[in-house]
């Protein structure tokens, strides 16, 4: 029987990336949210770890009660594990003319980590409402990615994964208040991680379908 462990070791790991890259990193959402749930949190989060979804987003909520403005890597690194997920503001691009836009959250490890995915929700002022613009856009690591280390704020990560896929159709350039939520899970020591953030509010000249 031993000749037959690496095989068996080799279809488990193959089993376990293509599930992490076939499930989803959030939750649904509520279509509508109110302006306390936006601004309540509007800082960087740490990567905790979490048997289920249900579990890491109780954790993240008592994190954001004790961290409204997020919390450091540093501090977080010494509580709960070796990554941070930060939030990015909504911007136009100007390589397509500011007639697209999105939202670039980033994950900064200090240690290697065998999978990252990310997903984010636009959200746009509606009333006194936030309301969800467009669908949810998630983005998975590839190998390169988890190889590549770089500087984020003029500090070195061993890897640093950033969300780079969302265009969104601006309709018009009246300005419209916008934010976003991300969600990050990623694999660390064979656990599983979560983290979440809230993107600062902008007053951009991007209109919601």
């Not at 939202?103 to 409402?129: D, E, F, Y």
Request: net charge positive; charged share 25%.
């Amino acid at each position: 029987m031993r000749r037959f462990k690496p095989a068996l070791a080799c279809t488990t790991l193959t089993f376990l990336l293509l599930s992490f890259v076939a499930t989803p990193a959030t939750a649904s959402e509520p279509d509508e949210v109110s302006e306390e749930e936006i601004t309540s949190s509007q800082g960087p989060s740490p990567y905790v770890e979490a048997d289920t979804e249900e579990e890491a987003m109780r954790k993240l909520d008592a994190i954001e009660k004790e961290h409204p403005q997020g919390i450091s890597a540093q501090a977080a690194y010494k509580r709960y594990g070796p990554c941070t997920l930060h939030p990015a503001g909504f911007h136009t691009r100007k390589s397509a003319g500011y007639k697209y836009g999105g939202v670039k959250p980033v994950t900064v490890c200090t240690k290697k980590v065998t999978g990252i995915k990310m997903a984010s929700q636009l959200r746009v002022k509606n009333g006194l409402m936030w309301v969800k613009a467009g669908i949810e856009i998630p983005q998975t690591a590839n190998d390169k990615d988890l190889r590549t280390g770089g500087k984020y704020k003029k500090k070195y990560y061993t890897v640093k994964f950033t969300q780079t896929n969302m265009k969104y159709k601006c309709k018009g350039t009246k300005k419209h208040k916008w934010s976003a939520s991300s969600i990050g899970r990623l694999r660390y020591q064979g656990r599983t991680l979560w983290a979440r953030v809230t993107s600062p509010i902008l007053s951009v000249p991007c209109g919601p379908h």
